[in-house]
């Protein structure tokens, strides 16, 4: 008994001591805490000075700087600082070019991995190949690997599966998203309960949408008028249909005109001199592109298309934007001669800009040489290519002909969705 009071009496002055302890603590860091100086504003900086400054600054520094003051807050959120923010980030971006490589995440790597609605987001420098940045994010409304993304508009991406009513609109810089409601075929197809069979034939009349900017943000979806998406709502009866998503009124509404042409449906729309361009499917064995006019919202075919693009099958052919321009590629299967166009503002001349000969290309990987996508001109003039179907980048040097691995540099070997930021 005397030993087993003994312990008890023992743990008390112990359990005793360790509370002094605890109280002494909580008293030295309160006066520490009134010690400490709080962080204010500099007064004594000019405002341009301030606003100078925080432009420089990236995304994450200026989020951060939002909460230290009101006034820095304020300037941070101003129309102005944004609009002058995009310019000098557009102009850094033309100095020091980057890609944004999208992937659905591995779970074999990715630790607290989850399926179907996790992306994660790298931004790598084209002159260094280097990782710039990681955002993994997290989308509640999954995409069931049926996902489609398009290009990047002042950093902003809009991601959606045409398999569920998943769209949204994401800054991986800053980590915000936005879900969207679902256009009006993607309630159209869930009410008819398309078979997996029948979902990828209709995913051929659906393809991806364009997402752009003129007074405000648009997303433009055109689509081929099939089976489950006929819209008795719609204005038009065409063999097309366009949804435009406000962001005003958070809606999709039609377009009363479309083109009479249906658009072929595995090529990505590009965007460059204020429209969007659109390849249509072969008739009388002739391929034409639709333009449409963002700040207009209308229709038109472009007016000289060159001629072996015209009279091309269209899985041999690529349209993008290279340094603001709209560009077209073809490729040679039989020659693996890859040639690359520009066209010029006024959109009646193309001109030859580059000549890739795959088969003659240095390269101690084989399966560098096949063709691939242009995605962007580095300043060395060096061009950098993304493998058909996305299975990663390769860097094209002109002046020695020689293809170099990109992306395996990071270990990104899964499938990869790429684009300039």
Request: proline content about 5%; overall charge positive.
């Amino acid at each position: 008994m005397m030993e087993a009071e003994q312990q008890v009496v023992m743990a008390s002055s112990s359990s005793l001591r360790k509370r002094k302890r605890r109280r002494m603590r909580r008293i030295i860091r309160r006066r520490r805490r009134r010690n400490e100086k709080r962080v204010k504003a500099p007064s004594s900086l000019p405002n341009d000075i301030v606003e100078e400054i925080f432009l420089r600054f990236p995304v994450k520094a200026l989020i951060r700087l939002k909460s230290l003051s009101k006034y820095w807050k304020s300037t941070i959120e101003s129309r102005s600082f944004e609009e002058r923010y995009l310019k000098l980030a557009k102009q850094a971006c033309m100095d020091h070019p980057k890609v944004m490589v999208i992937t659905e995440e591995d779970p074999i790597r990715e630790i607290g991995y989850r399926p179907f609605t996790d992306i994660g987001f790298r931004t790598i420098c084209l002159e260094s190949a280097s990782l710039l940045s990681y955002t993994r994010l997290n989308f509640p409304q999954g995409f069931f690997h049926w996902i489609k993304i398009s290009e990047s508009c002042d950093g902003l991406f809009c991601i959606h599966s045409p398999k569920s009513h998943s769209v949204y609109v994401v800054n991986p810089a800053t980590r915000w998203l936005r879900l969207l409601p679902p256009a009006g075929f993607q309630i159209l197809i869930h009410k008819f309960n398309p078979t997996e069979r029948e979902w990828n034939i209709e995913m051929k009349s659906i393809f991806h949408l364009a997402f752009v900017k003129a007074t405000d943000y648009k997303l433009v979806w055109l689509y081929n008028c099939d089976k489950y998406i006929a819209d008795a709502s719609s204005p038009n009866v065409g063999v097309t249909k366009c949804e435009v998503f406000d962001f005003r009124v958070n809606a999709w509404r039609y377009l009363a005109c479309t083109p009479s042409h249906r658009i072929f449906y595995d090529q990505k729309p590009a965007s460059a001199n204020g429209s969007v361009y659109w390849f249509t499917e072969p008739y009388n064995e002739r391929i034409e592109v639709v333009a449409f006019d963002i700040h207009t919202e209308t229709f038109r075919l472009l007016p000289k298309i060159n001629p072996a693009i015209a009279g091309s099958d269209p899985h041999h052919i690529d349209m993008c934007t290279l340094d603001n321009s709209l560009c077209m590629s073809k490729r040679e299967n039989d020659t693996m001669i890859q040639d690359i166009w520009r066209l010029k503002p006024s959109e009646d001349t193309w001109e030859k800009i580059f000549t890739i000969d795959l088969l003659s290309c240095s390269s101690s990987r084989k399966d560098l040489v096949e063709p691939s996508t242009p995605v962007a001109v580095c300043k060395n003039k060096k061009i950098l290519l993304s493998h058909c179907y996305s299975r990663g980048l390769v860097k094209y040097d002109s002046l020695t002909k020689s293809l170099d691995s990109f992306s395996y540099i990071l270990g990104l070997r899964e499938k990869l969705l790429i684009f300039k930021v």
